[in-house]
């Protein structure tokens, strides 16, 4: 059974950071991106960044780079997001998925993400 689990989220002032992590595990293909998305009440899914397993390329949302940085330790598992400079507009449930395409393609509202965990609420502050 392929299981996504977020954790790390929480209530922080604008300015604040956090880490969130993604820890995944039962599946056993090899070419995958994981990527975080956020969705927040009322909003369109918002792709918030990408890393290949393969070979960590990453990708960022324009609204979060130079803010948030995709990372993993050498074991590829679990995938962090560490979030700095955090914004009210970041408020959101952030999602962990499994994405099976190319990492340049993997932010698109249209990116087809595979398996997806349950989410981890962020809650920013002004």
């Known amino acids: 059974e392929v299981l996504l689990v977020e954790s790390g989220g929480g209530l922080v002032q604008a300015g604040g950071s956090l880490r969130l992590s993604c820890a995944a595990s039962?599946?056993?293909?090899?070419?995958?991106?994981i990527a975080w998305f956020r969705q927040a009440p009322g909003k369109e899914r918002e792709g918030v960044s990408c890393?290949?397993?393969?070979?960590?390329?990453?990708a960022y949302a324009h609204s979060v780079k130079g803010r948030f940085t995709i990372s993993r330790n050498d074991g590829k598992n679990p995938v962090y997001l560490q979030m700095d400079s955090l914004k009210p507009e970041d408020t959101a449930v952030y999602y962990c998925a499994v994405y099976r395409g190319i990492v340049s393609t993997c932010l698109s509202p249209r990116a087809l993400y595979d398996y997806r965990g349950r989410g981890t609420q962020v809650t920013v502050s002004s």
């Open positions: 890393m290949s397993n393969s070979d960590g390329s990453t």
């Open positions: 039962g599946f056993t293909f090899d070419d995958y991106a």
